[in-house]
């Protein structure tokens, strides 16, 4: 079966600095994957490598089995990769209706003409609400996006990316911030998207990690480190020494059945 999204020998250099180490990885449809590892350990620089926010120094993407390696991110997004930052970059003056369909406009190649069809497209306007009421967002979309709780603005970054649709959605630490009353819904929306939606979970907090992940991939150092189910990557004695710690990982796995808590 062809991956949705797959690298062969990845490499990110910063002058002497190698942020990405050589990374063969491969992502089915429908994955429900987490990518993590310590602080410095290349995660983002990946991630950007990825989206086309980055060009590699050596080594190939392939997204639905194409060579999308020097495709910039906006012809990604396109072909169907999507994308939240771990920083907020919304605008505060935007409505979340308006800024869904704006989203929904630019992945439909209209651009600009979502001003003008706002009032009268009702295909763009009923698509959007749908959007945000499946995000937890009905009840705000048309307050202003500034005013919203910021549990609620990291939603509305996650409804842009999934609105139009993707078949890979990478979430680079969505809860980042969030109070801890609010991350619960972050978690419980992200696990109803559809499920054939390829997603790759950047995160540290392991609690969201071990509750979300069938898969993961450990970087370190910008090199694939380990990689297999969660059950797998968490009785790692490697990955116990380098990163997560015996009682962080015993507090997320049953010792009797390697079941995720």
Do not use: C
Request: charged content about 20%; proline content about 5%.
């Amino acid at each position: 079966m062809t991956a949705v999204l797959a690298t062969e020998h990845l490499v990110r250099r910063f002058g002497g600095l190698t942020a990405t180490n050589n990374v063969t990885f491969s992502l089915p449809a429908g994955a429900r994957h987490a990518l993590i590892g310590p602080n410095g350990a290349g995660k983002t620089t990946f991630v950007n490598l990825l989206s086309g926010v980055l060009a590699p120094t050596s080594g190939r993407v392939f997204l639905g089995g194409r060579d999308v390696t020097t495709w910039p991110a906006h012809m990604r997004a396109r072909a169907g990769l999507s994308r939240t930052f771990q920083i907020n970059q919304l605008f505060a003056e935007f409505t979340p209706l308006e800024t869904i369909g704006l989203a929904l406009s630019e992945a439909h190649g209209e651009g600009a003409q979502f001003w003008r069809r706002v009032g009268t497209s009702r295909a763009v306007v009923d698509e959007a609400v749908s959007t945000l009421e499946r995000l937890g967002l009905g009840d705000v979309m048309e307050e202003r996006v500034g005013s919203l709780p910021y549990g609620k603005q990291r939603l509305l970054e996650i409804a842009i990316a999934v609105a139009p649709k993707p078949k890979v959605l990478l979430l680079d630490e969505p809860a980042a911030g969030v109070p801890e009353g609010e991350r619960e819904q972050i978690l419980d929306i992200v696990a109803a998207l559809p499920a054939e939606m390829a997603l790759v979970l950047i995160e540290h907090d392991m609690d969201l990690v071990f509750r979300f992940a069938r898969t993961i991939s450990v970087l370190v150092g910008g090199a694939l480190f380990v990689e297999g189910t969660a059950s797998e990557v968490a009785r790692d004695p490697r990955v116990r020494q380098v990163y997560l710690g015996e009682s962080e990982i015993d507090h997320h796995i049953e010792p009797a059945t390697g079941k995720t808590a």
